[in-house]
């Protein structure tokens, strides 16, 4: 019988150095696509997807992310004297309850692994979802959910590990972890193998690792080496290779669309994406996209 997915990890102590000067005082994970930062709507996939405690690996400057989800009183007090209900509402609603968050430092960047590692302690001996907040999830397929929720129910069919996959292009496989298929199952499939950031032209298919993770806890015991890949730093890729010489990894090909919002063209596209998705300014967005484009 599998252990429940209760734990996600989300790293957060990158620099953002893509989006400067924007991200000079704000975490980039709080930038926000319409009106939610990033990482809120990371955290409401893992919500989503039943998760119930929510482990932020930060890094300096990183602390308006710990204010964003913790009470502000001063804010719901004077939401609640101007009758703003609905705006009281949806700030209580995202509030994660009491004892819910935890968040540990990364004290240098050395790595996605590194970060994961970090998370050890609190994540303790259990299987656990990785979200990478960078990418965002918009559920548009038969499913109906996103990608976390279409992971958990790959794990509760296979077992063991699982990563999420989307297709690229074959000439943009060198940019990413690749993975291998194996027995073909529909929607999951057995991975037989992985690489990170393939030489152009060597990878084995052109399913990338799409940034969702599902993971048992002795890849800790891996990335407690501390062995550095690809950039000189600790690979979480390479560590799951690692886990995959005694344990089974299932690839999950999500049904829905990822956002890369970690680049300005996928952060622009995330926010008109989303803003679709919104029946209260959808058809004044389609208008002014009209206008831009016509």
Known sequence: MTKRIRKAVFPVAGLGTRFLPATKAVPKEMLTVVDRPVVQHVVDEAREAGIEHFIFVTGRNKGMIEDHFDMAYELEDTLKRR?????????????????????????????????????????????????????????????????????????????????????????????YGIVSVGADHGHSFEIKGMVEKPPQGTAPSNLMISGRYILNPEIFEILEKGEKGAGGEIQLTDAMIGLAASQSFHGVRFDGKTYDTGSKLGFLAANIAFGLERPDIADGLRAEIRKLVG
């Open 83 to 175: 009758n703003k209900t609905k705006e009281y509402e949806g700030l209580m609603a995202d509030l994660p309850k009491a004892g819910a968050t935890s968040f540990t430092r990364q004290q240098a960047p050395l790595g996605l692994g590194h970060a994961v590692w970090c998370a050890r302690d609190i994540v303790g001996d259990e299987p656990f979802a990785v979200l990478l907040p960078d990418m965002i999830t918009l559920a548009n397929g038969p499913r109906k959910s996103r990608c976390l929720a279409q992971a958990v129910e790959a794990y509760e069919k296979h077992g063991g590990n699982i990563i999420a996959v989307e297709e690229v292009p074959a000439s943009e496989t060198h940019q």
